[in-house]
């Protein structure tokens, strides 16, 4: 059986967080691997229906996330979860339950953010007609140990999701791939 692992994308709405998570899964695929995306607006609506944004709901979320990737991690498929997932102390939680786990910070200044926001989510932030809005009116504790750093406001997709498959066959999770030596 093949051995699971889980990437954990955290970072602030918008950094890339899902668009990173879909084409690491696709070069995933591309090797034969099992892939699940937990995409944090998915669970949110369907496994996490009825939570608030609350601290306590947050992490609730977060943990249920965790539990989810933990038994398919456990039986050998590789999980990529792309969540805000803010807090610190319950990403931490995760990576101990999960056990085979890669913490990305998706990381991407402010101000880019802002430019991105073609909702205007980050505008009315900022106005203060969202409450609790991670990064802006409620805090984001960035990771301090992050096996992997992206920067999405200078780094292509490719860029990021290269580094990322470079971490998993530093750990072992992957065998790297073998590039064809032109002669």
Known sequence: MAQGFTVWLTGLSGAGKSTIADELARQLRERGIGVEVLDGDVVRTNLSKGLGFSKEDRD????????????????????????????????????????NFVE???????????????????????????????GVSDPYEAPEHAEVVVQTDHESVASSVARILAALEAKGYLTPVRQAVEV
């Open 60 to 99: 609730t979320n977060i943990r249920r996330i965790a539990f989810v990737a933990q038994l398919l991690t456990r039986h050998g498929v590789a999980v990529i979860s792309a969540a805000i997932s803010p807090y610190r102390a319950v990403r931490d939680e995760a990576r101990q339950m999960i056990g």
């Open 104 to 134: 990305v910070y998706v990381q991407c200044p402010l101000e880019e953010l802002v430019r991105r926001d073609v909702k205007g989510l980050y505008a009315k932030a900022l106005r203060g007609e969202i409450g609790n809005f991670t």
